[in-house]
């Protein structure tokens, strides 16, 4: 067999490198995401459950009858404790939650499986709102929204509660009222990005009685971005007694602004010989109002006994406040 | 085999003594033989050029099996409706209801479709009612099937059986074809009717002029199933011209080729005519906007999806133009075309392979570069088979160049193919959640419309559902608006029941509506739909009012 020769060397050798550059051609281009990130995305595809849509829970036609205690929202022997005593099943459980802790979804979700709708406080000690606002902590943000969208069940959240009073580092005292506002929204935007939806979004200002001078609208990030205003107020021995001079001028200087629900979102009544006409009171108050959409009871001994079985009085007019139909409901069927 | 009719006898002595056991033999099983043996004479071959049915059959076997393997790769790709595959088949399903019932048709389909949406979508939407999206997808199957089928045959009538073979087998292991074989859309009947009318031009080659006008009407129904389908129309009239030639002379050719050319040309003028459907054709076809994507993006992945198979069909070529002797008979003698023609013929058929991508480029837009390869592959094959048969040498004798091809293109064909067919999200979880939202009253707006509402077509009507795209709102004051104005403005007075935005694949005004919503106090987000592809991962948002 015959060498080729010059020419047709050259042919050979181009239409064989013409065929290497095909060949590496057909190879498949870089993956846009990652291996790791590609197969949970798969995973989560054929996994996937049908989104809860929390509207319903949004305006439900009973009232909300929830509580808050020691242990929550891990523990659950409380609630069967609280619910013996109450002769009602609570439906709604409010938790802490320092800013900086992961989302504990598995918890959360007992807490739903066991037919109450969490509602976490978040408590941002140890960044700034201003920080928030500015994105410092965002990759922490978007983790924990992300946990929130898997967890795919309802959730009560409220960023930086009693924002108007100045005994929190987040307070008027320290905290400007802007920067407030902005890192709220800040953090819905990030949820929303994150396809966080199941969020019920709670604006929880203090009573304003023991704060007159600071005006709330400054501190509201916008109807956009709240879906219930969770007024923050308890019946001490000192202050007033009743509904409406301890949660009115609130709700009436808030009802300026906005349109949106409320709910009690931390309220209790100190012991002493009024305790059962003040719980008679509270319970009316609620009810006589359907721009309020229900209570949480702050059951703890924690400077003073807020327990609902403080006595055999105050726990009797507890348990016949609460009995009203009005009270508690299924939040699974809404 | 070619045999001789003549024999020649030879001379055998017989045995002086023969025993009894070998008497008896001789009488109850062995013929009596008259004067000795009678041989045939040696051929010079063992094999002869010329047509056999045996070679016909086993061409036919290997046929089947590329066919059946073609079969397993289109199906081996699973994933739900493609948008366009929707969109065609729930239009089909409107444009049947108005054909049988006078249904009022409310899609202006025919302003905006890239195909005569009264063929293919009424085809398609006619086999979807019984038996769904998948036979659907099973009669681009056997279009493409029918491609390969033809293809071979073509190459066959071209060149030979094992070019033929080899041909049909580049062609069904690409990832175009494997692709067309399972997508509801008009490319795979298109392409069909393309390779019919190819193959009725060169099986009519020697055949009476008018045998040829067969190729007219089927070249035209090519065009109007899907008009992209009329670039491919000179190829196949210069392939009449060519094959014409070699039998019959340039004039003959030539005045057989403007035939073809007047009768296809007056057929889809009529049709054009009657339907109207001119602007259609302008806006998706012929004035179709242009697009974005880099040249270097596009060249890269034509490379990817079909450089391969054309480089093999470029070898072929050149390799044909310096010989065109397609027996490897010892001795054989046969008419062979002039190097002119075969340059020609290698121009046409590789030239062929480049208008699809050379069209892209000019538009600068990748929308369904993928399965147009495919129509310039089907021209190329014949080429790529003799570019293979050429490599693996007379008798086989390099048939490591065969199957390195052959890994190559099976492989890379196989995962292009599977990453194009899950270049879309699987809708099933999106279609779940978005069935407690949708009814027939209801108004919708979402990013790809055509999934939802082809998989919901029971529970919803197209009529109520809105793209991205496009908006004709007026706004309760009466103002009349349009466009990112229009959205706005519907999602300001909650005008739409649920709205479904994909974060991956924001089309239109998506934008636009997205930030409407995020700051928007009369709708919510109610749930997240996460979906993976090829490509990456995202999600859908359903909005909801609040």
Known sequence: ?334 | MERNDSTMQLPVARPKTRSRVAETMQLRVLRPRRSGYALPPAPDSGWSAAPSSRRARVSRLVLLALLLMQTALSLRLQNTAFEDEALYLFAGHAELGHLLHGTKLYGGFESYFSGAPVLYPVLAAAVDSVFGLAGARALSLACMLGCTSLLYAMTRRLFNERAGLCAAGVFAIAQSTAFMGNFATYDALALFLLALAAWIVVRTADSHPLLTLLAAPVAALAVAVKYASALYLPTVVLLCVLTAYQRRGLPRALARGVLLAVVTAVLLGAGLYASGYLAAIQSTTTARAAGTTPSWTILRDCARWGGLAVAVALLGAFSYVRSGRMSEMPGWRGALPGARWRAALGLLLVGTALLAPAYQLHLHTEVSLHKHIGYGLFFAAPLAGVGVTRLMGAHFKYPQWAIFLGVVLLSSGMSQAYDNFHAWPDSRALVAALRPHVDAHGTYLADTYEVPVYALGRDTSYRRWNSTYTIDYTSRSGRHLTGAAGFKAAVAERHFTLIVLDRGNPTGQSTTVRDALIHSTGYRLIGTVPYATAWGSSRFELWAPS
């Open chain 1, 1 to 334: 067999m015959s060498r080729p020769t010059g020419p047709r060397r050259l042919l050979l050798l181009a239409l064989a490198g013409s065929l290497l550059a095909a060949v590496s051609a057909c190879a498949p281009p870089a993956p846009q995401v990652s291996p790791a990130a590609a197969a949970k995305a798969q995973q989560q595809t054929q996994s996937v459950e049908t989104p809860y849509d929390i509207r319903p829970l949004l305006k439900p036609a009973h009232k909300y009858l929830g509580v808050a205690f020691n242990g929550s929202p891990r523990a659950t022997a409380p609630v069967t404790a609280f619910a013996e005593k109450a002769g009602k099943r609570p439906n709604l459980r409010e938790y802490y939650a320092k800013w900086g802790d992961p989302f504990q979804a598995e918890v959360n979700r007992a807490v739903w499986d066991g037919g109450q709708l969490p509602f976490l406080v978040w408590e941002p000690f140890s960044s700034t709102a201003a920080q928030i606002a500015d994105g410092k902590d965002d990759a922490y943000i978007r983790e924990f929204a992300d946990a929130v969208r898997d967890y795919n069940r309802p959730l009560a959240l409220s960023f930086g509660h009693e924002m108007n009073g100045g005994w929190y580092p987040w307070g008027s005292k320290k905290t400007a009222a802007a920067d407030f506002a902005r890192a709220w929204r800040h953090i819905h935007d990030l949820f929303t990005d994150e396809g966080a939806a199941d969020v019920i979004w709670v604006w929880s200002p203090n009573v304003i009685n023991p704060v007159p001078d600071v005006r709330l609208k400054p501190y509201y990030p916008g109807d956009a971005y709240v879906d219930w205003i969770g007024v923050v107020g308890y019946y001490a021995l000192s202050g007033p007694t009743t509904f409406r001079t301890l949660f009115g001028p609130t709700m009436t200087e808030i009802r300026r602004f906005s349109r949106k629900p409320f709910l009690i979102a931390e309220t209790g009544v100190q012991a002493g010989e009024s305790k059962p006409t003040e719980i008679a009171d509270l319970f009316a108050g609620v009810r006589a109002r359907a721009d309020v959409l229900g209570l949480v009871w702050f059951n703890l001994k924690k400077e003073a006994d807020w327990r609902i079985n403080s006595g055999p009085l105050s726990l009797a007019a507890f348990k016949k406040a609460a009995a009203d139909d009005s009270f508690g409901f299924d939040v699974r069927k809404p």
